[in-house]
Structure formats: structure tokens, C-alpha cells
């Protein structure tokens, strides 16, 4: 039988900490039920003690997650571990992950600590951990630039407090495949009780290694990947959970390991995530980008013609990405759209469905034929119905060189329609400033990315906007053939996530920065 290798998904922690990536709990519980209709075997799901926002999240993804380990993290303290504790108990499968640096650098210059206080810092708070849950993570920061002596040390001690994974973070991605698989066997032959534990690995991709180092990894005893959809994490982003996870498909004949990931899951997956977050990925990049499956140069296209196995080492169809098997357009009705809803992967409920025909509609009217892209667009682009609060009725837009723009707008919130008008630098800053000045919520504009999903002149444009109300970050994303509605309607969800947060409006209307704006 083959062995098992175990992935760990900190896309909701290691993921979510890095610029541009956060998420809100709803967000983070979407993204947490793909991970597990993903299958993967540990959702690390945040870090209960950096904020309230991660607590809450950990909490209701512990609650709502019942197939998959849900672990949080802890800094080696026991205010730390009870924390992530009362966050995680309502798991079926909690696990309690702390970690402590373990290399010079950082005892040195963080830490303050000698060798021998950290390594009685570990033992006692795994010991503490392991009271409160069977199922304790301990990680050794910075192993890879730990002293391989101190390194081996530190783990034994940890197995014997009760540690059930140790985890060596490549943290700084400063390894190459070779140091780090050497570092991996060193261990497995150097401490005693290594059997008594899964070894994991953690790799940062500093230096573009992080795949490539956690498959040294693997063929060197480790047994648990962490990783993250897209890649995404800490700088330059956490070892991508896709790439890892169809390399040991693809390369049976030297990866010989078994991952119970449901890899048709992972377009949807990689989607669902860089739509709630606005962090793209790039064309190019493997599996999941838009260019992995196409082929392009004339030679290629004809080797593909004859036979897909000329230039594809792995078919489309096994990481979810479907071909289409009907055009939809404006006489299509809601069978044909349900039917390709679910050859794409998604089950709508009636609901659903109602509300994604209404957009199919109003859409096909604007385009000829609607592109799978465009439907997974329309899709994402829905407003949670417990967060809308204001929906745009009617925009018009003045605009021109030489002369400042001018937005008219019309809100409802299903009950009254509110209207008003604002200048602006441009037709989309006009109307962000009418929005303003109708939901007294004065918001600062930090990110705004606009991209077509299709090509040709109908192309849906998807935009996403980060807005701080507050000093809290909110993420909208919209999808519109009118990229200044479409800009609109992303700001807007924005809006309505911070109103649902309870972020204060202004009362004072002087304090609404655009007032002055006002037509
Ligand atoms: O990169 C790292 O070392 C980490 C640990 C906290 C596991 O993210
Ligand atoms: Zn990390």
C-alpha cells in the first residue's frame, strides 16, 4: 500500500495574513466548505489570538466543518493555547498547533531566549496543549536555519510531551530541494522516537522553491504537506497546495504516495479564492492558470489535434476545468443554465438559480454567447443575501477631457430608493463619492483592479476593490460588461459587508469628505 501524505491547508491562516489576501468569516467559511468538498485532511483556520475576526472565524469553521482537522495556531504560551482551545472546541477533529523559533537567528534577535529556555518552553507547552486536545501540531520556526543538533533536541523532547506532528518550516524559503530533503532524513535517522509522530513541512517560496522543497520532503520521510491554494502566504506565498498535490498524480512513477484530494475540486477552489480576495493568478501559473491548458503555437496545436498527449501531461478535466458542451445565450432558459452550472461543479439551489438567471439575463442581452468564465463570474459576483443592504437601481455617468465627471445615482435598500449626485476625478470616483454621500459611510479607496474574464469588445470586466471604512479592510468584487457599473456594484458590496460589520456612519454630514462634491 502506498504511503499516505497528509495535506495540511493554511490557506485561511498562513494564506489569509498576507497583504491583499484577508477575508472576512463568511468568506473564510465559504472557502473552508470548498477546502473540504476539496478533501483535503487539515483546515488550519486562523490564529485565534491575533484578533477577534480570526477567533470568530476558527470558531465557526470549527462549528460548521465536520470532515476535515480544524487546527489554529499559538505562539508557545498557555494564554495562546487556551485561546485557540475555546475556539476549536467545537470540532470534531480539533488540533492545536504551536510553534516556537528554534534557530539562533531568532532566539537571538526576537527572542531574547537561550537554547534551553525555548526547549523548555516547547516541552511544557505541548505538555499544556496536549491536556486540552489528543491532537497537538508543534512547530520548529526558522528549522531549516536551525542547528541540526538543537533541532533534533527539541523534537524528541516535544514527541515525548505528546506532540502528534512536528512541523519544520522552511520560513524564510531560503532551501534548495537538496539541504532540505537532507535536513528531513537527518532527523528521521537521528531522533528515536520519530516514529511516534508525523513529520510535516512548511515551505515558503522565497526563492520558487517551495514545491520543489516539500517534494524533497516527501521522498525523504515526510509524511504532512502544508500548503495553500494559489499559493498564496507570506511574501512571495506558501507552497501551492495544487501543485504539490498534481505533481505526486502526474508523477507516480517516482512520487509512489497517495493524496485523497479530489483534484477536480481545485479550479473551483482556486477560483472561489482569488474572486473573494482579488488576489489573481497570474496567466502562467501552473495548473490553475489561465494559459496551463492552452496551446497557442501552430506546431503544439496540431501535436494536440492528434493526440492531447503530444503537449499535455495532464488533462483539464482533472483539476475541474470543463469544456463546454453547449453555447448558452439569450434563449437559453433556466434548465440549459442549471444543467451547465453543474457540468461546471456547482449544485444552485432554487434560489440560486433564480437569482443567477436574473444576472444570465440581463447579461445575455449585452452578449452574444455567455462563456463559462462569464457564469462563474455572474456566480461569485452574488451578494451574500444576509450582508445586501443597498443595491444600485440606476447610474449615469458624465464624463469627458477636460471636465470633472459627474455621477447620478439611485440606491434602494428593498425599501426606499435614495438618490444623489457627486463630482469626481473620473466617472468611477463621481460615483464612489454619490455612494458616499447617500450611505454616510466614508470609505478609503486602497485597491481597485479591473480585468476582462473573456476577450472581444462584450468581455465581462471583473473589478475588485479594497475600502477601508473605519480602519477595517472590506473587499468587494462585481462583474458587469459596463466596467463603471461594475466598478459601482463592487464598491458597493463593500459598503454592504461594512454595514453588516456595523461600522459606524458618520452623523455629522460635514465629516462626509465629498460633501463639498455635491452637484
Ligand atoms: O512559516 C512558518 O514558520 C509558519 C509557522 C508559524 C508554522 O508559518
Ligand atoms: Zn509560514
Redo the contacts with the bound molecule.
Keep these: 500500500m502506498k504511503d499516505k501524505i497528509y495535506i495540511f491547508d493554511?490557506t485561511l491562516r498562513?494564506g489569509e495574513q498576507s497583504p491583499g489576501c484577508s477575508m472576512n468569516t463568511q468568506e473564510k467559511l465559504k472557502m473552508a466548505r470548498q477546502l473540504e468538498a476539496l478533501n483535503v485532511d487539515v483546515i488550519e483556520a486562523g490564529f485565534p489570538m491575533a484578533s477577534e475576526g480570526d477567533f470568530e472565524a476558527v470558531k465557526e469553521v470549527a462549528k460548521t466543518i465536520k470532515g476535515c482537522t480544524i487546527a489554529a495556531?499559538s505562539r508557545a504560551t498557555t494564554a495562546d493555547i487556551d485561546r485557540a482551545f475555546e475556539a476549536l472546541q467545537y470540532a470534531a477533529k480539533p488540533r492545536i498547533?504551536v510553534?516556537i523559533a528554534t534557530s539562533d537567528i531568532h532566539l537571538k534577535h526576537k527572542l531574547k531566549k537561550t537554547r534551553q529556555q525555548v526547549l523548555e518552553q516547547s516541552v511544557n507547552t505541548v505538555a499544556y496543549a496536549k491536556k486540552l486536545s489528543s491532537d497537538v501540531e508543534f512547530?520548529c520556526?526558522?528549522a531549516s536555519r536551525s542547528d541540526i543538533d538543537y533541532l533534533c533536541q527539541v523534537i524528541e523532547a516535544v514527541i515525548n510531551a505528546g506532540a502528534t506532528v512536528v512541523?519544520l518550516?522552511d520560513?524564510v524559503g531560503y532551501s534548495i530541494p537538496q539541504d532540505y530533503g537532507f535536513m528531513i532524513k537527518t532527523i528521521r535517522e537521528r531522533v528515536k522516537n520519530i516514529d511516534k509522530t508525523i513529520l510535516s513541512v512548511?515551505c515558503?517560496n522565497d526563492l520558487g522553491l517551495a514545491v520543489g522543497n516539500s517534494i524533497a520532503a516527501v521522498m525523504n520521510g515526510a509524511r504532512q504537506v502544508?500548503c495553500t491554494v494559489n499559493g498564496i502566504g507570506?511574501r512571495a506565498g506558501n507552497a501551492s497546495l495544487e501543485e504539490f498535490v498534481m505533481a505526486l498524480r502526474t508523477r507516480p512513477d517516482v512520487l509512489p504516495y497517495q493524496v485523497d484530494v479530489k483534484t477536480e475540486e481545485i479550479f473551483k477552489s482556486s477560483r472561489l479564492l482569488s474572486t473573494m480576495t482579488g488576489m489573481m493568478v497570474q496567466r502562467n501559473k501552473a495548473i490553475v492558470g489561465a494559459n496551463a491548458f492552452s496551446h497557442e503555437a501552430g506546431i503544439h496545436q496540431d501535436g494536440i489535434i492528434k493526440s492531447r498527449m503530444t503537449y499535455e501531461i495532464m488533462t483539464p478535466d482533472s483539476v475541474g476545468i470543463k469544456h463546454s458542451t453547449l453555447v448558452l445565450g439569450k434563449h437559453s432558459g433556466r434548465h440549459a443554465l442549471r444543467q451547465r452550472f453543474e457540468e461546471l461543479g456547482y449544485t444552485l439551489t432554487p434560489e440560486e438559480l433564480d437569482n443567477v438567471y436574473t444576472e444570465f439575463t440581463r447579461l445575455a442581452d449585452k452578449k452574444k454567447e455567455i462563456l463559462d468564465e462569464d457564469l462563474i463570474a455572474i456566480l461569485n459576483n452574488k451578494f451574500d443575501s444576509d450582508e445586501t443592504k443597498y443595491m444600485l437601481s440606476s447610474l449615469q455617468v458624465m464624463t469627458g477631457t477636460g471636465v470633472k465627471s459627474t455621477a447620478v445615482l439611485e440606491l434602494n435598500d428593498g425599501k426606499e430608493a435614495y438618490v444623489d449626485s457627486a463630482t469626481g476625478d473620473g466617472p468611477v470616483d463621481a460615483a464612489y463619492n454619490a455612494i458616499e454621500r447617500i450611505t454616510k459611510l466614508n470609505g478609503q479607496l486602497v485597491d481597485y483592479t479591473i480585468k476582462s474574464v473573456t476577450w472581444g469588445g462584450d468581455a465581462v470586466g471583473e473589478v475588485f476593490v479594497k475600502v477601508i471604512f473605519n480602519k477595517v479592510v472590506f473587499t468587494g468584487h462585481a462583474a458587469s460588461t459596463d466596467i463603471v457599473t461594475g466598478s459601482v456594484e463592487a464598491y458597493l458590496q463593500a459598503v454592504n459587508r461594512a454595514l453588516s460589520a456595523k461600522i459606524p456612519r458618520s452623523a455629522d454630514e460635514n465629516l462626509i469628505k465629498n460633501q463639498a462634491n455635491a452637484v
Design positions: 493554511t498562513d495556531l498547533h510553534f512547530s520556526e526558522d512541523n518550516p520560513t512548511h515558503h502544508e507570506e
